[in-house]
C-alpha cells in the first residue's frame, strides 16, 4: 500500500515562506506519478492548489498562488516540494499531497477525484 508522506509545514508571519515536501513509502518511484498539492482551509472545502506532470513538462496553479507558489519534483530523491512564499493568513490551511499512478506523462489536474493515494496533510499556519 503507497502512503505519502509531507512536511515541511508549520506556523509562519505573513510575507514568510515555507517548503512542503511530498515523498512516497520507499518501494515506490515517483517517476511513476503525477503529484497535486491541496488545501483546506477552515471551514471550507478541500482546493486543488498545484500539479505537476510525470516529466514535470506541466504545472498547473491555481489563481490565488499563481506567481507566490512553485511545485517542483527531485526524482533523484523521490521527492515533490511546493515552495510558498509571500504566504496570507488565507493560505493557512491543512496541506495534502496526493498522487496519480501513471497518467499520460505531460498531464496533470487539480481535480481531486483524479488521485488514488492521499497523503496525510501538514498544518500551515500563517499569522502574526
Known amino acids: 500500500q503507497l502512503q505519502l508522506v509531507e512536511s515541511g509545514g508549520g506556523l509562519v508571519q505573513p510575507g514568510g515562506s515555507l517548503r512542503l515536501s511530498c515523498t512516497p513509502s520507499?518501494?515506490?518511484?515517483?517517476?511513476?506519478?503525477?503529484v497535486g498539492w491541496f488545501r483546506q482551509a477552515p471551514g471550507k472545502e478541500r482546493e486543488g492548489i498545484s500539479c505537476?506532470?510525470?516529466?514535470?513538462?506541466?504545472?498547473k496553479y491555481e489563481i490565488s498562488v499563481n506567481g507566490r507558489f512553485t511545485i517542483s519534483r527531485e526524482n533523484a530523491e523521490n521527492t515533490v516540494y511546493l515552495q510558498m512564499n509571500s504566504l496570507q493568513p488565507e493560505d493557512t490551511g491543512i496541506y495534502y499531497c496526493?498522487?496519480?499512478?501513471?497518467?499520460?506523462?505531460?498531464?496533470?489536474?487539480?481535480?481531486?477525484?483524479?488521485?488514488?493515494?492521499w497523503g496525510q496533510g501538514t498544518q500551515v499556519t500563517v499569522s502574526s
Open positions: 496526493a498522487m496519480n499512478w501513471r497518467p499520460p506523462a505531460d498531464i496533470c489536474t487539480v481535480t481531486d477525484g483524479t488521485y488514488e493515494f
Open positions: 520507499s518501494r515506490f518511484n515517483l517517476v511513476d506519478f503525477a
Open positions: 505537476i506532470s510525470v516529466d514535470g513538462s506541466t504545472t
